[in-house]
């Protein structure tokens, strides 16, 4: 299509994500605009869709993925749904956005893979947003670069104040560390061969059933180590550190931001309180990059094979979880698509 055309984007699932895409992309993001909202709770899809007039709610895809005026489509919905709404949007040969996960488990994103490989061409991208985020996006520079020397060793912490009702010890792997599984293939451009867990002493702020935090061990092909503290009952506030120890020198990313005051006999400055605060920026590139490539008919961002990937990691972490074991990460081959 052409660059100077708005990119016309479905976006199905109206909740937290997928309300803050229609916003996003109503008011920040040039060259797109939101032709429909698809929620299965139409009421939600309308509440969304209030931002423009032109915007369509519906309560079905079948209802809205077929008009000709739709280029492309982000999908919001829960994850276990992504598996049968991206084999549907495949045929109908549009751009996606995919939130994370691709899929909940390898085995149905490796069927995403193939179905895309059979397509001859990528059509996915995953919304692993942490990429597009300036510190980590210098600091794969640095990785990349050799300026400091080999890296050996990342030291990562992933922490929330709260987590919602029903948020299940198995979810710190698939909906928390999944971002660090990613990211640390992205700063080494590796993957990731085992993962380890260990559960050591339990906050008293941890809902039943849920033991965090936890340490998380992860290793990459070519013995690069990386530790997750996983904390998502911290109280305090959304913080994601992460440091890289080269052979010449020791990288941080993800401290406090903004102003550090010293007044009234303290000092100090803001902790993020959700990973909108912290990421708003960066989910805001990460859309604007998907949009732009996706006029171009390209897709620039992590693959259906970096979200089987991710999948695989935390296969393996809920392995880890429940044997304290070290666990080893099970891939196909990559297909040449993705190389």
């Not at 980590?136 to 912490?157: D, I, K, N, T, V």
Request: hydrophobic content about 40%; overall charge negative; charged content about 25%.
């Amino acid at each position: 299509m052409s660059t100077d055309t708005n990119l016309r984007v479905i976006i199905i699932g109206a909740g937290r994500m997928g309300a803050d895409h229609v916003e996003r992309l109503t008011r920040r993001i040039a060259g797109a605009e939101v032709a429909a909202v698809v929620d299965i709770d139409l009421a939600r899809a309308q509440r969304a869709a209030e931002l423009a007039p032109s915007i369509v709610a519906a309560s079905d895809i079948d209802q809205v993925v077929n008009r000709e005026d739709v280029d492309a489509v982000v999908l919001a919905t829960p994850g276990f749904l992504h598996e049968e709404a991206l084999l549907q949007l495949l045929e109908r040969d549009l751009p996606i956005l995919c939130e994370k996960p691709l899929t909940p488990d390898s085995g149905s994103s490796w069927k995403i893979v193939e179905a895309e490989q059979r397509k001859g061409r990528k059509q996915i991208q995953v919304g692993f947003m942490r990429r597009f985020d300036a510190d980590y996006q210098h600091l794969r520079g640095l990785f990349e670069s050799g300026e400091l020397g080999q890296p050996l060793m990342l030291h990562c912490a992933h922490r929330n104040p709260d987590t919602p009702p029903g948020f299940t010890n198995e979810m710190l792997i698939h909906d928390s560390v999944v971002h660090e599984f990613d990211a640390i293939r992205f700063l080494t451009g590796e993957e990731i061969k085992s993962v380890q867990v260990r559960l050591g002493r339990c906050t008293r702020h941890a809902p039943a059933g849920q033991h965090d935090p936890q340490h998380v061990l992860i290793e990459t092909e070519s013995g690069v180590l990386a530790d997750v503290e996983i904390f998502v009952n911290a109280q305090f506030g959304y913080q994601v550190t992460t440091e890289a120890v080269f052979e010449k020198g020791i990288v941080n990313i993800g401290g406090d931001t903004g102003p550090y005051a010293r007044t009234a006999g303290r000092w100090g400055g803001k902790v993020a309180q959700s990973f909108i605060d912290r990421f708003g920026a960066a989910f805001d590139a990460e859309v604007k990059s998907w949009v732009d490539a996706a006029k171009r008919g390209e897709i620039h961002g992590p693959t259906a094979w970096d979200g089987y990937a991710a999948a695989a990691c935390c296969e393996a972490g809920v392995a880890a979880q429940k044997n304290g074991e070290r666990v080893a990460v099970c891939l196909r081959p990559k297909p040449e698509m993705y190389r």
